[in-house]
């Protein structure tokens, strides 16, 4: 079972080039040199200026595809020997606070799927995750309800700071349940750090379910299908960039705007 490893890059090149069109004719075309009887162009000192500014651009993206190629060939061998159960385990274990590649693994499984004739099917990939995470952050939530708990009743910290901690947590921490996935750290204590602070059960549990739907099909379902149409991604990209550029600034005059108005009539009532 081989992982096409230009695919990291190709993964990290792809928000690139909703950055820089210019750049995304250097990545994707294979053709973009020009021909062998076409005069070179006079060079200016903003194009050499421009053309240093993408060589940058596409160097940071090809050492940081590098270093993702590295990190999924490294789980590659428990993916090829365990396959679901590889995920499964690693993925499960980062919900208890355990650090493991979980999402590595679950990058490198996508990836392998995307192959025709493989042995892991993308959406029994999708449901081995979200089960493995909801349980590993159920688990963690346990530890923390139970051990965690009374660790934190040790600390020399007032019962009413505790309390205000609890009150904030219960009221916004729904937020880090769901989306606490998607960054190292918070991916591995979410759950853990719910148990601590008492969030409710009922309420932990619903969100711990839809953040792993989030993130597991963020991660599984989103790479595969990258993989499987990254050339129709890329052209839907270069041509949405002056879109969404467009959108940006009438954004911001919009904000700005409003800004203005809420100042004026703030003056005009003092």
Request: charged share 15%; net charge positive; proline share 4%.
């Amino acid at each position: 079972m081989q992982i096409r490893w230009s695919m990291p890059a190709a993964l990290l090149l792809a928000s690139t080039l909703a950055l820089s069109p210019a750049l995304a004719e250097d990545a994707v075309s294979a053709d973009g040199g020009t021909g062998a009887g076409t005069a070179a162009p006079v060079t200016t000192q903003p194009a050499k200026q421009e053309s240093g500014s993408k060589a940058k651009l596409y160097a940071c993206a090809h050492r940081l595809g590098k270093a993702i190629a590295a990190d999924i060939e490294r789980v590659e061998p428990y993916l090829e020997r365990y396959g679901y159960w590889a995920v499964f385990a690693a993925v499960g274990v980062e919900g208890m606070g355990i650090p493991a590649p979980g999402q590595t693994l679950l990058e490198a499984g996508a990836l392998v799927a995307a192959v025709p004739d493989n042995k892991l099917n993308i959406f029994l990939l999708l449901f081995v995750t979200i089960l493995a995470t909801s349980l590993g952050q159920t688990i963690g939530y346990l530890i923390g309800r139970s051990g965690g708990r009374a660790i934190l009743n040790r600390l020399p910290i007032p019962a009413d700071s505790v309390a205000k901690i609890e009150r904030s947590f219960n009221r916004y921490g729904g937020w880090l349940v769901v989306f606490g996935r998607f960054v190292d750290g918070p991916r591995q204590l979410i759950g853990v750090f719910s148990g601590v602070l008492a969030m409710h059960w009922g309420r932990f549990m619903l969100l711990n379910i839809g953040g792993a739907i989030l993130w597991g099909s963020f991660w599984a379902l989103g790479v595969y299908y990258l993989d499987l149409h990254f050339d129709a991604v890329v052209t839907a990209l270069r041509q949405l960039n002056p879109w969404v550029a467009g959108l940006t600034v009438v954004g911001l005059l919009v904000l700005l705007l409003f800004a203005l108005m809420v100042l004026i009539r703030r003056r005009g009532r003092s």
